[in-house]
């Protein structure tokens, strides 16, 4: 399969907990992108990445939020003490240029 | 903030039918996407249609474009119970292509 893929697929953890995923975007695609989804809402654009360089970053992604992008390949996304309120899909994405954006299963975050 | 807004918010028929969602939009855009949703599980991409575009066509779909309006509609023919999904509208408004996703619509379809 050549498509997006994200690790874990599900997470859940105690507030308070460090969590880390791990987005492997499709091989050619030199951009790539995070979103978060919570129930009933459309995804919502956390940061992007073109290659290895952190480009853009949304005012929803607090100092408790870190992304790499190491050697353009893969990315992850910590989150540090974790809250209640960051319960949800964290989708990655990515894409060759300005053009479709092929999405990644999820990883369904859980904070107890 | 969500710049798409899609309607309805739900919708059911019966297979066969024809389903039309509609999604409305706040600023100038450099294309519009509609991607498909089931339950729990990722996004698949469905059609992109850029701003210089009026209709685009894909199989089942049709997706039209109005910039003047700031709308796009998404209709699916002959739907099947396999069609049943969220359907989102995502606009690409800026210098790096982030999407901007409405609410979606919950698309029922009924044996």
């Known amino acids: 399969d050549t498509g997006v893929s994200q690790d874990p697929r599900h997470k859940i953890t105690k507030r308070g907990q460090n969590v880390t995923f791990r987005c492997d975007p499709i091989s050619e695609h030199n951009r790539l992108y995070w979103y978060r989804q919570t129930l009933g809402q459309g995804p919502e654009f956390l940061t992007y990445f073109q290659n290895e360089a952190q480009l853009e970053k949304s005012r929803l992604l607090s100092d408790r939020f870190s992304a790499e992008r190491p050697k353009g390949s893969f990315s992850t996304l910590e989150i540090q003490r974790t809250e209640q309120g960051d319960s949800a899909m964290y989708l990655c994405a990515s894409s060759f240029r300005a053009s479709e954006q092929f999405f990644g299963p999820g990883t369904r975050l859980t904070v107890l | 903030s969500q710049q798409g807004e899609e309607d309805p918010q739900a919708l059911s028929i019966q297979e066969g039918e024809n389903a039309t969602m509609n999604c409305s939009y706040k600023?100038?855009?450099?294309?519009l996407q509609w991607y498909r949703q089931n339950s729990g599980r990722g996004l698949v991409h469905l059609i992109l249609i850029r701003s210089n575009e009026r209709e685009k066509h894909s199989g089942r779909l049709r997706v039209t474009l109005d910039t003047s309006k700031k709308s796009s509609s998404l209709l699916i023919t002959a739907s099947r119970a396999a069609d049943t999904a969220s359907y989102f509208c995502a606009t690409d408004a800026g210098r790096y292509s982030t999407l901007t996703f409405g609410k979606g619509t919950m698309l029922l379809v009924s044996p």
């Open positions: 600023t100038s855009i450099n294309n």
